[in-house]
């Protein structure tokens, strides 16, 4: 179990704020990282790998300046890729990524070796999302530096296999970091997703509930308002399995009587074209089943220090239980 190298030091939480599709962009990552944990956004989020270089430079400044101005170090910062046949723009955001030695990229849908060798050229590490052991071991055989364990209840394009299940699995086979996704609020989960085996704890959907995340305001409210049974893991709107927000379907006018009975209708499991995808988050949302435990907007500085004390009490409460057991 470990953390690479390059993350020692500059952490003051074992967190990644996970990178969501058009909800993440550089204030969000900026916030994050200043406040330690590591701060990451889809190159996707900007609709040109022109804009995408402009938000790199953007973050590389920001972060420069509060070293300085500090003397403290910030948390890394990452990029998604998605590696799949859909994105047209891989190879330009990969040179791109190359030339600012962005210090972690996060793949998703297709593990690559040259895409893995690429960002090792500049000392870069690479972590991969997975839902099954098999994607894991294939991301393992590509050489990634990490493993994302996307678990039940998470949002985005989750899987759903128990993180108890799930972990074991990884860990039977791979000793590099690994990373728990899937209902992780609080600093208490933090601490669970640790004691289970995972070096670092992946938090997407309560990161989207911070001022600084680009969801409107509309979609923050729906996170308070909904819970875990307002959560749809479907095929229907990308074409694999994702979890979104059954009032936000509603209003899209997605059928849900027959979309909750999957004999009645065929999805498929093709993945759609990037710009039809985007097309459709914007209007359907995606998020976990940890809505259930959101019921605020803060700041993401509030939000990692609450996360902070949680955290530290938990480990208090696990070194009580030690002591008496």
């Not at 992946?202 to 911070?210: A, D, K, L, S």
């Not at 949680?310 to 696990?318: G, K, M, P, T, V």
Request: proline letters at 4%.
């Amino acid at each position: 179990m470990s953390i690479p190298t390059s993350f020692e030091g500059k952490l003051k939480l074992p967190v990644v704020a996970a990178p969501m599709f058009l909800v993440s962009g550089p204030q969000l990552v900026i916030e994050t990282c200043k406040a330690g944990v590591v701060g990451t956004f889809p190159a996707l989020n900007q609709r040109t790998s022109e804009g995408f270089e402009e938000w790199l430079v953007q973050i590389e400044q920001a972060l420069r300046q509060h070293e300085a101005a500090t003397g403290t170090k910030c948390a890394p910062f990452g990029v998604n890729l998605i590696v799949h046949k859909t994105n047209p723009r891989l190879m330009a955001d990969l040179e791109i990524c190359v030339k600012h030695k962005v210090p972690l990229i996060i793949t998703s849908l297709g593990a690559v070796k040259d895409v893995v060798d690429a960002v090792h050229s500049y000392g870069g590490v690479v972590f991969h999302d997975v839902t099954t052991k098999r994607h894991a071991e294939k991301a393992a055989e590509a050489g990634v530096d990490g493993l994302i364990a996307v678990c039940a209840g998470a949002g985005g394009h989750a899987g759903t296999t128990s993180p108890f299940a799930l972990v074991s699995e990884i860990r039977s086979f791979f000793n590099k970091t690994l990373l728990l996704a899937g209902c992780l609020n609080s600093g208490r989960d933090v601490a669970t997703a640790l004691q289970l085996g995972a070096d670092l704890a992946y938090m997407g959907t309560r990161f989207i509930n911070t001022s600084e995340s680009q969801a409107d305001q509309e979609y923050k409210d729906m996170i308070i308002a909904c819970g875990s049974k307002d959560i749809v893991h479907t095929p229907a709107v990308s074409g694999v399995p994702a979890s979104f927000m059954r009032p936000s379907m509603e209003k899209a006018g997605y059928d849900m009587d027959k979309l909750m009975n999957p004999g009645e209708v065929d999805y498929g499991t093709k993945l759609k074209p990037i710009a039809d995808e985007a097309k459709a988050w914007k209007t359907v949302w995606s998020a976990g089943q940890g809505c259930a435990g959101i019921k605020d907007v803060v700041t993401a500085a509030e939000l990692v220090a609450r996360i902070s004390k949680e955290f530290h009490a938990a480990l208090n409460e696990q070194a009580a239980l030690l002591k008496k057991w």
